[in-house]
């Protein structure tokens, strides 16, 4: 069963300007920052009322996130849910007929495995189940 809420990620095409703006207006505190090499996307987790939100970019036009940003502009991108077995859940997900669109968990931050369900599945919302490494830890800025 999924757990509890793990983040709210958004695309944004101004990355250390959408951190200054929910810094500086609604006194959000930045958790970490990073480039995540593989897939040309920069990363912000900002903390906000106990939640976290992860802010998306990339600089490179061709990437998923970038192509995103060039169709749909900003806004919310998925809803991601802590689960303690990625493995087993996507095989219960996919056995009550859910489609997945990462049949297996790939790579996500600081070691953690991620999937995300088929959103034509679930009222249109793209969901990330997430599955902390057991070294995952808030990397403070």
């Given at each position: 069963?999924?757990?509890?809420?793990?983040?709210?990620?958004?695309?944004v095409?101004?990355?250390?300007?959408?951190?200054?703006?929910?810094?500086?207006l609604?006194?959000?505190?930045?958790?970490?920052?990073?480039?995540?090499?593989?897939?040309?996307?920069?990363?912000?987790?900002?903390?906000?009322?106990?939640a976290h939100i992860?802010?998306?970019?990339?600089?490179?036009?061709?990437?998923?996130?970038?192509?995103?940003?060039?169709?749909?502009?900003?806004?919310?991108?998925?809803?991601?849910?802590?689960?303690?077995?990625?493995t087993?859940e996507?095989?219960?997900?996919?056995a009550?007929?859910?489609?997945?669109?990462?049949a297996?968990?790939?790579?996500?931050?600081?070691?953690?495995?991620?999937a995300f369900?088929?959103?034509?599945?679930?009222a249109?919302?793209?969901?990330?189940?997430?599955?902390?490494?057991?070294?995952?830890?808030?990397?403070?800025l």
């Open positions: 069963m999924l757990g509890p809420l793990s983040h709210i990620a958004v695309i095409t101004d990355l250390p300007a959408a951190i200054d703006r929910f810094q500086s609604l006194g959000a505190r930045l958790v970490e920052r990073e480039h995540l090499r593989e897939s040309g996307t920069d990363v912000a987790v900002l903390e906000l009322g106990g992860e802010f998306l970019t990339s600089r490179v036009p061709d990437s998923k996130v970038g192509r995103l940003l060039r169709e749909r502009g900003e806004g919310i991108h998925h809803l991601s849910f802590q689960v303690e077995n990625i087993t996507l095989a219960r997900w996919q009550r007929g859910l489609r997945l669109l990462d297996v968990p790939r790579a996500g931050l600081h070691g953690r495995r991620i369900l088929d959103p034509e599945d679930t249109g919302i793209l969901i990330e189940l997430v599955e902390e490494s057991g070294g995952a830890k808030e990397a403070s």
